[in-house]
């Protein structure tokens, strides 16, 4: 995609923003103006986004057009290609849909600029995971790259990250969840309730994990700890000895034939579970319901060590300036007006403005979903479908229970580079 992608009346891109901002006269680069939508209605304007697939969805595009006026021109990768078009294709994109463990890699190469959180208009309604690390006061921070640790900059310009909340935001947090292991409960046979049993023998040639490093790797960790193979100093963190010792562990487990596959998209993990291939396997939330949708039992598993957490959010490409940064701020602070976040709550992930997306869910919705409640009626998908029959509860229970035992966060470590290399090492044994 080029700077100048011709729009379906034949006028390009940029010619659109100088329009953009001639309507809005001299104060619309200095954010001075407000009610955008108009001017985005009256004066097209297109933002180009990309990320994973998990929240670049047609349906939000779609309401972002009928809402604002902007066209939002989405492209979905996995998280690797995500990391790598960030810093390699800076001018391909103007909004990055990225996580916290991604933007530690490509932060300090200045394709994303801090925003000023004074024009955030919900920044008071973020939960404070993304801005102390904290789900209560008295909570305990997690091990890993947690998104606070990346969240702020002194100032504007600056490439490293400040130690505390700041007036520079990175990113506007979006979505995030607490992940654990999924389970074919017809399948298992007994309980499960650690991250060990994944390597129970039962299942051997029926296990599956995650071939995204940053993430795969703390997979790795809890199961390490919970089957007493290794007690890390900091899991989200580790020196090459403790990478060595877990990766020869996963070589050896993995020659045994204990793992059926490693998967890096969403759809894969589905269809490995539908299918019965595989049994036990680190999973997503929505992939879990994605099974259920089909009639297959599949259970999401609350884990006596906790959960492994990620979060991801919204950046503004650094070349963003004028109509075009406005356009981005009116689109964020849009995003997490509500309506984004309840749909990403119907998807089993979780808003970062939790207050803004109550104001969208039903009463018997935020229970199933935020409070751990037994259904009332039918839990419907984003786009109407039954996911739940009434009388469920959510696996994991409530929000506060299940972020609140989060163990560590998808992690970019010191040791990054040797960390990735000793991974696909492993996934090539």
Same mark, same amino acid.
């Given at each position: 995609?080029?700077? $100048?992608?011709k729009?379906?009346?034949g006028?390009?891109?940029?010619? &659109?923003l100088? *329009?953009?901002?001639?309507?809005?006269?001299l104060?619309a680069?200095s954010?001075?103006?407000?009610?955008f939508p108009?001017?985005?209605?009256?004066?097209?304007?297109?933002?180009? +986004?990309?990320?994973?697939?998990v929240s670049?969805i047609n349906?939000?595009?779609?309401k972002?057009?009928a809402? &604002?006026?902007?066209?939002?021109e989405?492209?979905?990768?996995?998280?690797?290609?995500?990391?790598?078009?960030?810093?390699?294709?800076?001018?391909s994109?103007?909004?990055a849909d990225?996580e916290?463990?991604?933007?530690?890699?490509?932060?300090a190469?200045g394709?994303? +600029?801090?925003?000023?959180v004074k024009?955030?208009?919900?920044y008071?309604?973020?939960?404070?995971l993304? /801005?102390?690390?904290?789900?209560?006061?008295d909570s305990?921070i997690?091990q890993?790259t947690?998104?606070? *640790?990346?969240?702020?900059?002194?100032?504007?310009?600056?490439?490293k990250f400040a130690?505390?909340?700041?007036?520079?935001? $990175? !990113?506007?947090?979006t979505?995030?969840n607490?992940? *654990?292991?999924g389970i074919?409960p017809?399948?298992?046979g =007994?309980e499960?309730t650690?991250?060990?049993?994944?390597?129970?023998?039962?299942? /051997?040639g029926?296990t599956a994990?995650?071939?995204?490093?940053s993430i795969?790797?703390?997979?790795a960790a809890?199961?390490?700890?919970a089957s007493? +193979?290794l007690k890390?100093a900091d899991?989200?963190?580790m020196?090459?000895?403790?990478?060595?010792? *877990?990766?020869d562990f996963l070589? /050896?487990t993995?020659q045994a034939g204990?793992? =059926?596959?490693?998967? /890096?998209?969403f759809?894969?993990s589905v269809?490995?579970?539908a299918?019965?291939e595989?049994?036990? +396997?680190?999973?997503?939330?929505?992939?879990?319901?994605a099974?259920r949708?089909?009639?297959?039992?599949?259970k999401?598993q609350p884990l006596?060590?906790?959960y492994?957490?990620?979060?991801g959010?919204?950046?503004l490409?650094?070349h963003?300036?004028?109509?075009?940064?406005?356009?981005?701020?009116e689109?964020i602070?849009w995003?997490?007006?509500?309506?984004?976040?309840?749909? &990403?709550?119907?998807?089993?992930?979780?808003s970062?403005?939790?207050d803004?997306?109550?104001g969208? !869910?039903?009463?018997?919705?935020?229970g199933?979903w935020?409070?751990g409640k037994?259904?009332?009626?039918d839990?419907?998908?984003?786009?109407?479908k039954?996911?739940e029959k009434a009388?469920?509860?959510?696996?994991?229970?409530?929000?506060?229970?299940r972020m609140?035992h989060?163990?560590?966060?998808n992690?970019?470590?010191?040791e990054d580079r040797y !960390?990735?290399?000793?991974?696909?090492?492993?996934?090539?044994?």
């Amino acid at each position: 995609m080029t700077e $100048t992608k011709k729009t379906a009346k034949g006028i390009s891109r940029r010619s &659109l923003l100088k *329009t953009a901002s001639a309507a809005a006269g001299l104060a619309a680069g200095s954010g001075a103006i407000t009610g955008f939508p108009t001017i985005w209605a009256q004066n097209p304007i297109t933002l180009r +986004q990309f990320g994973t697939g998990v929240s670049n969805i047609n349906a939000i595009a779609e309401k972002c057009k009928a809402d &604002l006026g902007i066209t939002l021109e989405m492209t979905a990768t996995d998280s690797d290609a995500a990391a790598q078009r960030a810093v390699t294709q800076p001018k391909s994109y103007d909004i990055a849909d990225i996580e916290y463990w991604i933007l530690k890699k490509v932060y300090a190469a200045g394709v994303i +600029q801090p925003m000023d959180v004074k024009k955030l208009k919900y920044y008071d309604k973020v939960v404070p995971l993304f /801005k102390n690390g904290k789900l209560k006061p008295d909570s305990v921070i997690a091990q890993g790259t947690a998104p606070h *640790t990346v969240g702020f900059v002194e100032k504007a310009g600056d490439k490293k990250f400040a130690k505390e909340e700041t007036q520079w935001f $990175t !990113m506007m947090p979006t979505i995030y969840n607490a992940d *654990t292991l999924g389970i074919r409960p017809d399948l298992v046979g =007994r309980e499960i309730t650690s991250w060990a049993d994944i390597l129970d023998p039962a299942f /051997k040639g029926k296990t599956a994990i995650l071939n995204i490093p940053s993430i795969g790797i703390m997979d790795a960790a809890m199961i390490m700890e919970a089957s007493g +193979q290794l007690k890390y100093a900091d899991k989200g963190n580790m020196t090459k000895a403790e990478i060595d010792k *877990t990766i020869d562990f996963l070589i /050896k487990t993995k020659q045994a034939g204990q793992f =059926r596959a490693f998967w /890096k998209s969403f759809d894969e993990s589905v269809n490995l579970m539908a299918s019965g291939e595989v049994v036990i +396997q680190s999973m997503w939330s929505p992939a879990v319901a994605a099974v259920r949708s089909k009639g297959i039992a599949c259970k999401f598993q609350p884990l006596k060590e906790g959960y492994r957490s990620w979060g991801g959010g919204l950046g503004l490409a650094s070349h963003l300036k004028g109509a075009e940064l406005d356009a981005a701020y009116e689109y964020i602070n849009w995003y997490t007006s509500g309506w984004v976040g309840a749909y &990403l709550n119907r998807q089993g992930y979780y808003s970062a403005c939790m207050d803004t997306a109550k104001g969208f !869910m039903s009463e018997d919705e935020w229970g199933y979903w935020i409070e751990g409640k037994s259904a009332k009626g039918d839990i419907l998908s984003p786009e109407g479908k039954v996911m739940e029959k009434a009388g469920a509860v959510r696996d994991g229970g409530s929000f506060e229970e299940r972020m609140g035992h989060v163990a560590c966060w998808n992690s970019v470590m010191d040791e990054d580079r040797y !960390m990735v290399r000793r991974w696909n090492e492993f996934i090539a044994a």
